[in-house]
Structures are given as structure tokens and as C-alpha cells.
């Protein structure tokens, strides 16, 4: 069983930076494709970006394209997604998640694990 722990969310003014974080235990991290998904107040769970277990096969969703960078550090279990020029519009709750499989996807009832999500507020 693969249990995720995010962490890195807080608040920050428009134009900053967050790193979020998103730690594995239980099992390795290293095999699974993992993503990043956000949920705003009243909206649906969105995909964000995803990643295959070997670093490569990187999606974005077009609004975070070029502002965000998602990324991995197998030998720690971890993975990241570094936010760059934060706008309001990106805050939500930032959940990390992981599946089976080989292949990463942006849809979010194709992973089996899922953190506990982390807030990340952008003021105007």
C-alpha cells in the first residue's frame, strides 16, 4: 500500500513561488507514475502535470504550462511540482497521486493513491 504526504502549500502574493512536495511510504515511489491534481472551492479536481517513474513522458495542463515544473527523486521517493508566477487563479488544494502502471495520465480516476492534499492561497 503506497501512502502520499504533500506539504509545501501556504500563502503567497501573486507573481511568487511555492515548491510542493510529495512524499512516498510503504512502497517505492520509483516504479509509478505520479501526478499532481488541484481542486478549488465548488469545482472539480483538475489535473495539473504528470510524470513517468523514469522522468521522462512530462504532461502539463495548458494554463500551468510554462510556470510550473513537475519532477522526481526516485532514490528518495519523492516527487515536486515547483509553481512559478502564481496567480489567484491557481489557488486550490494540490493533491499528489500515483498508479499502477507504466504510463502517466491526466485523469484522475486512473490512480489508485492519493495524498491528503496541501492548500496553496495566491492574493492578488
Known amino acids: 500500500q503506497v501512502q502520499l504526504v504533500e506539504s509545501g502549500g501556504g500563502l503567497v502574493q501573486a507573481g511568487g513561488s511555492l515548491k510542493l512536495s510529495c512524499v512516498a511510504s510503504?512502497?517505492?515511489?520509483?516504479?509509478?507514475?505520479m501526478a499532481w491534481f488541484r481542486q478549488a472551492p465548488g469545482k472539480e479536481r483538475e489535473f495539473v502535470a504528470a510524470i513517468a517513474s523514469s522522468g521522462g513522458n512530462i504532461r502539463y495542463e495548458d494554463s500551468v504550462k510554462g510556470r510550473f515544473t513537475i519532477s522526481r527523486d526516485n532514490a528518495k521517493s519523492t516527487g515536486y511540482l515547483q509553481m512559478n508566477s502564481l496567480k489567484p487563479e491557481d489557488t486550490a488544494v494540490y493533491y499528489c497521486?500515483?498508479?499502477?502502471?507504466?504510463?502517466?495520465?491526466?485523469?484522475?480516476?486512473?490512480?489508485?493513491?492519493w495524498g491528503q492534499g496541501t492548500q496553496v492561497t495566491v492574493s492578488s
Open positions: 510503504g512502497s517505492t515511489l520509483s516504479r509509478n507514475p
Open positions: 497521486a500515483s498508479r499502477q502502471g507504466s504510463v502517466p495520465s491526466s485523469r484522475a480516476p486512473q490512480y489508485d493513491y
